[in-house]
Nanobody, 127 residues
Framework: QVKLVESGGGLVQTGGSLRLSCAASGLAFSSHAMGWFRQAPGKEREFVAA????????LYADSVKGQFTISRDNAKSAAYLQMNSLKPEDTAVYFC????????????????????WGQGTQVTVSS
């Protein structure tokens, strides 16, 4: 059974930082690109960042470029999202997702391309 479990969310003031973690089990982790998505209240879920199978390639939404950093540790079957300089508009539920792919170059931004999802972790940024 595949499980993705996010952790690290919470309440933080504007300008603060959080590091989200995604622990994966039940899948060949290094055969999956990993992505982070978020869903703000009243909005659709949106792509945040993705990282390739080896971790050698990354992709970011324009809204978080230079602010967030995605990483992974294949030995630990874990992915991370370092979020700095947080703003109230970053408030959302953050989800990690796994995309099975044969290609190191595959970094996808659409929800439907991801095979497995976590339950999400709430991030709230107060002004």
């Amino acid at each position: 059974q595949v499980k993705l479990v996010e952790s690290g969310g919470g309440l933080v003031q504007t300008g603060g930082s959080l590091r989200l973690s995604c622990a994966a089990s039940g899948l060949a982790f290094s055969s999956h690109a990993m992505g982070w998505f978020r869903q703000a209240p009243g909005k659709e879920r949106e792509f945040v960042a993705a990282i390739s199978r080896s971790g050698g390639r990354t992709l970011y939404a324009d809204s978080v470029k230079g602010q967030f950093t995605i990483s992974r540790d294949n030995a630990k079957s874990a992915a991370y999202l370092q979020m700095n300089s947080l703003k109230p508009e970053d408030t959302a539920v953050y989800f990690c997702a796994a995309d099975f792919t044969y290609l190191e170059t595959n970094l996808r931004t659409r929800e439907r391309d991801y095979d497995y999802w976590g339950q999400g972790t709430q991030v709230t940024v107060s002004s």
